[in-house]
């Protein structure tokens, strides 16, 4: 079945340090989506990706959309503690209304 | 506006015992869904719904049933609990098709023994 695979699951970085991480489906997707999911809380919506080979920025985070519409990666620069969290990848399913999320990648910030 | 509220936050249960979350969303979204979260397992679909009155099955529907009676509320009951069901519920909505920009609510911890 479609999956969407996030490595890596864990990252821990010094503050200031930057931070990617990548998320790749095995069939082509119409968009994909990134949400945010602080410790102890829910996921946060964080932003769309449609084009092939879009990216888009908010601040210190930039996403990107590869060309092939099949992955995507987010990267933060100088990471700060309020970063942390973990950060999935959601991809539409197969059916409508559904969404495959990524396992996630857990950010851990040392001051 | 509260957004996506869950109803309880906590719960313990003994196998066997049936139980039923409430999600309520005030935002007027036509799409509902119910994951759960496990460690290592991001977010699993469990059902969903594209409007009042419609549900379909998820990636993980086994064990659970779902009904969407009313625009802003969707329910999730488990019949009969099984310790493989210790998980955290999150519900969500969107406005748009596809499950684009979902909202999530605070989610339900759930404990069954």
């Known amino acids: 079945g479609q999956q969407v695979m996030q490595i890596p699951q864990y990252q821990h970085v010094q503050e200031g340090e930057d931070f990617t991480t990548y998320c790749n489906s095995s069939t082509t997707l119409s968009n994909i989506q990134w949400y945010k999911q602080r410790p102890g809380g829910h996921p946060v919506f964080l932003i769309q990706?449609?084009?092939?080979?879009e990216v888009k920025k908010q601040k210190r985070l930039t996403f990107q959309f590869g060309e092939a519409k099949k992955n995507s990666s987010l990267h933060i620069t100088a990471t700060q503690t309020t970063d942390v969290g973990t950060y999935f990848c959601a991809g539409p399913g197969n059916q409508g209304g559904k969404l495959i999320f990524g396992q996630g990648t857990e950010l851990s910030v040392k001051p | 506006n509260a957004g996506v509220t869950q109803t309880p936050k906590f719960r313990v249960l003994k196998t066997g015992q049936s139980m039923t979350l409430l999600c309520a969303q005030d935002m007027n979204h036509e799409y509902m869904y119910w994951y759960r979260q496990d460690p290592g397992m991001g977010l699993r679909l469990i059902h969903y719904s594209v409007g009042e009155g419609t549900t379909a099955k998820g990636e993980v529907p086994d064990g659970y049933n779902v009904s969407r009676l009313k625009k802003q509320n969707f329910l999730l009951g488990l019949e009969s609990a099984a310790p493989s069901q210790t998980s955290v519920y999150f519900c969500?909505?969107?406005?748009?098709?596809?499950?684009?920009?979902?909202?999530f609510g605070p989610g339900t911890r759930l404990t069954v023994l």
């Open positions: 990706l449609v084009k092939s080979g």
């Open positions: 969500a909505s969107s406005l748009l098709a596809g499950g684009i920009g979902q909202f």
